[in-house]
């Protein structure tokens, strides 16, 4: 009963969120825009978006050889294109994670249905990690950027970076924890079982392989980034890379609370407001929004003629 009022509520605020950022769109600008896309900018976009996602493949694919399951970068990125396509067509619905390990576990089995989910789980984790390294880098060059001079950065990086140590200790922690004490420990629950499990995956890894799955996360998390400024250039919107080095993470982070159906609308208001304070007009800065979306979604279609095909 509470999982369904609160995905009804998730709904609800999913649809007003949206139907705010529909009202805030000047129509009359927007058709005065359309005539001057830059077309060129729209495709490098949607590449590099194609590229994020092998660098994600192959980052899924090295992980699996590590944990001792044989799946190549190509069917890695076949998983990863259906599922996209699941997560931007059905948000909410069925979870993207979900139908990727449903394809692995058809590949290679029931048998390997843990260490398959320990795989997503563990990449995921890389992922966040190397979202908040991008962010805390920027930290650290941005007195060198115009975004120095916007107050509301220094009431955020503060929070985010206490994260990034917190998370960075948590790893070297994992690492450094001596194995028999873990072995040791007796665990009482289901759920902390699996976290131990999961450790335990961890720490199979050698220094070197974690931080090759690290590189490859922050390359896929890079080519994301730079696509959406590209998709900014081709509105003609006048905001430096810098600028979404720093706001992408967070809005990555904003998508991850789960208050709105796979994250629609928490990503594009959180965009929208950080574009606004920056001097942008409202108008464009919903479009663009719209347009990140719309670019996640021709990307997926790909997987959806793939899944087409397997029907």
């Known amino acids: 009963m509470i999982a369904k009022a609160f995905f009804c509520f998730k709904v609800i605020f999913t649809v007003a969120v949206i139907f705010y950022l529909f009202t805030i769109l000047d129509y009359n600008r927007i058709v005065f825009l359309l005539p001057s896309l830059v077309p060129e900018y729209i495709v490098l976009a949607y590449v590099l978006v194609l590229f994020s996602i092998i660098a994600s493949s192959i980052r899924w694919s090295f ?3 590590q944990l001792g399951i044989s799946q190549s970068p190509l069917v890695s990125g076949h998983y990863f294109l259906i599922s996209m396509f699941y997560g931007v067509m059905l948000p909410g619905t069925i979870g993207a994670d979900v139908i990727r390990l449903t394809l692995s ?3 290679h089995g029931l048998t390997r249905k843990f260490m398959l989910a320990v795989s997503i789980v563990m990449e995921r984790a890389c992922g966040l990690l190397s979202i908040l390294a991008i ?3 920027m930290h650290l060059l941005i007195s060198f950027a115009p975004l120095a001079q916007q107050p509301y950065f ?6 985010v970076l206490a994260v990034v140590l917190g998370v960075a200790l948590f790893v070297i922690s994992v690492r450094l924890v001596p194995r028999n004490w873990l072995e040791k420990q007796k665990i009482i629950s289901s759920l902390l079982q699996r976290i131990s499990e999961l450790i335990q995956g961890f ?3 050698s220094w070197i392989d974690v ?5 490859l996360s922050a390359s896929a998390n890079l080519l994301d980034i730079v696509s959406s400024y590209f998709l900014a250039q081709a509105l003609h919107i ?3 890379i810098y600028f ?3 706001v992408i993470p967070i809005v990555y982070l904003a998508t991850a609370i789960p208050i709105s159906i796979g994250g629609l609308g928490v990503r594009e208001g959180v965009l929208t407001f950080f574009l606004v304070q920056t001097g942008v007009v409202a108008s464009d800065a919903v479009l663009l929004a719209f347009l990140i979306y719309l670019n996640r979604l021709g990307v997926a279609m790909i997987g959806g003629v793939l899944q087409a095909r397997k029907l």
């Open 105 to 107: 576990i058809k590949l």
């Open 135 to 137: 962010f805390a880098v």
């Open 154 to 159: 220094g009431e955020i990086h503060y929070p």
């Open 203 to 205: 720490r199979h890894l």
């Open 211 to 215: 931080l090759k799955i690290f590189g």
């Open 244 to 246: 979404f080095l720093v």
């Open 63 to 65: 992980l699996l050889k």
């Open 238 to 240: 006048d905001v430096s």
